[in-house]
């Protein structure tokens, strides 16, 4: 009997170890969720006379008055069901704040910058287009989409342009990219490890992205631009 006891103790010790086990792995260090069922960005123009491009990144974006926003709304699938063609001021400066809610219908998208051990897993981009980016513009005219966050969602620094995501983001289309629609996708992708601190900020509308940058899509959600002078939406 003794000896039957012991070999009872020791399975139910190892189910508890296997139960713990489990436990650890399915809470996991990745807190987002299966799924996105819909979400928005938020364009807010930013204007001031400290707002300016240069080169890959703006200037003065701190000292800015917000104005008017526009808001895109997308469905599960990325599609856009309210403003998905939008008529912006060509040279005016955009803030762009990403939001999406899981199945349960909860906000998720500052889990995505939770921390930086998350935060390390993911970037925006803004692909397609075939725009004039403002590095290539002779005229400072070209489009800049530059991931501002300043903290992460446990109160700590984000420490420079690699670190970035795009939850946040500002942008400008610029003139250079004035004339016929343009169709955008703002993809937000999970990488490979040590994939981010590779990208640069002149990479964010390369439509070789994802054959580059390892890892895969957890948004693509699709609208459409159209540059143009003065202010319509």
Known sequence: MKKQNKFAVLALL????????SC???????????????????????????????GDHFHGLDGGTEGESIVIEFDENGVATANGHLHLEADAVYKIELKAWDYTGAEV???FIANKATA???????????????PDSDHESGAIFQPREQTYGDGTTVE??????GILSYFTIGHDN???TKEI???????????KATIERTDWNRNDYADIFAGENVLELKF???AEHGHAH
């Open 14 to 21: 190892g189910l508890t170890v296997f139960f713990l086990a």
């Open 24 to 54: 650890d792995k399915d809470d996991g260090d990745d807190p987002i969720p299966e799924g996105i069922q819909r979400s928005e960005l938020i364009l807010t123009e930013v204007s001031g006379e400290t707002v300016e491009a240069h």
């Open 109 to 111: 998208q500052d889990d």
């Open 120 to 134: 390390d897993q993911y970037k925006a981009f803004l692909v397609g287009g075939d725009l004039v980016l403002n």
């Open 160 to 165: 420079g342009k690699y670190e970035t995501t």
């Open 178 to 180: 004035e004339g016929p």
């Open 185 to 195: 996708t703002y993809v937000l992708r999970k990488l490979d490890a040590g994939v």
């Open 224 to 226: 459409e631009i159209h």
